[in-house]
């Protein structure tokens, strides 16, 4: 099946720095990615949705100035956590749908978690 | 949300057992999918159920769909080990965003 990966797959960092985290498919292009929010034995919830050459949306109480995000190419979408606190500590995952649009199934990359000391 | 609820959150049970976990939804749906997520992982699909079937099966995996009480199930039969895993269903809204539920922690004792 198709595959999505993520980078880093865990990050330390200090209160009020930022952490970018890049999302890439890589045997298939993905116009749209999701990016979600995991915190422990919790669901995932959406953040944003990710689209290649236009902005990103954002779920309400996102704060998009917070998250941001960009979808590079076909193949890269990056979420940046700016001026990270420890409260966004969390396993931040992205999912890209073979294509644009699809209904069906999605494919998750490994996750990447974060913490903020 | 759009989801709703799924039980239990927990499951613990022996090896070779089946392992029985449910969902409910709010909305209309076209499709209700299941995923597995391995402890600190992405999400694994299992198995898709369109909303015109009511029953479907993956090798150990057999899934039902009762869209009057707006529910599914999965059923995961002679389980295990390698089975402990949290399971999520998952129903799309806005035309392609997944929403999930709170996920069914399974836990298959050796």
């Known amino acids: 099946g198709a595959v999505v990966s993520q980078h880093p797959s865990w990050v330390i960092c200090k209160s009020g720095t930022s952490v970018k985290i890049e999302c890439r498919s890589l045997?298939?292009?993905?116009?749209?990615m999701f990016w979600y929010r995991q915190f422990p034995k919790q669901s995932l919830m959406l953040m944003a949705t990710?689209?290649?050459?236009?902005?990103?949306?954002?779920e309400q109480g996102v704060e998009k100035d917070k998250f941001l995000i960009n979808h590079a190419s076909l193949t890269l979408s990056t979420l940046t956590v700016t001026s990270a606190h420890p409260e966004d500590s969390s396993f931040y995952i992205c999912?890209?749908?073979?294509?644009?649009?699809?209904?069906?199934?999605?494919?998750f990359g490994p996750g990447t978690r974060l913490l903020v000391l | 949300s759009q989801q709703g609820e799924e039980d239990p959150q927990a499951l613990s049970i022996q090896e070779g057992e089946n392992a029985t976990m449910n969902c409910s939804y709010k909305?209309?749906?076209?499709?209700l999918q299941w995923y597995r997520q391995n402890s600190g992982r992405g999400l694994v699909h299992l198995i898709l159920?369109?909303?015109?079937?009511r029953e479907k099966h993956s090798g150990r995996l057999r899934v039902t769909l009762d869209t009057s009480k707006k529910s599914s199930s999965l059923l995961i039969t002679a389980s295990r080990a390698a089975d402990t895993a949290s399971y999520f269903c998952?129903?799309?809204?806005?035309?392609?965003?997944?929403?999930f539920g709170a996920g069914t922690t399974v836990t298959v004792r050796a």
């Open positions: 998952a129903t799309v809204y806005n035309d392609y965003k997944l929403s």
């Open positions: 045997d298939f292009q993905a116009t749209t």
């Open positions: 990710s689209n290649e050459g236009s902005k990103a949306t954002y």
């Open positions: 909305t209309s749906i076209n499709n």
């Open positions: 999912s890209a749908p073979p294509r644009w649009g699809s209904q069906e199934t999605q494919y």
């Open positions: 159920i369109r909303s015109n079937e």
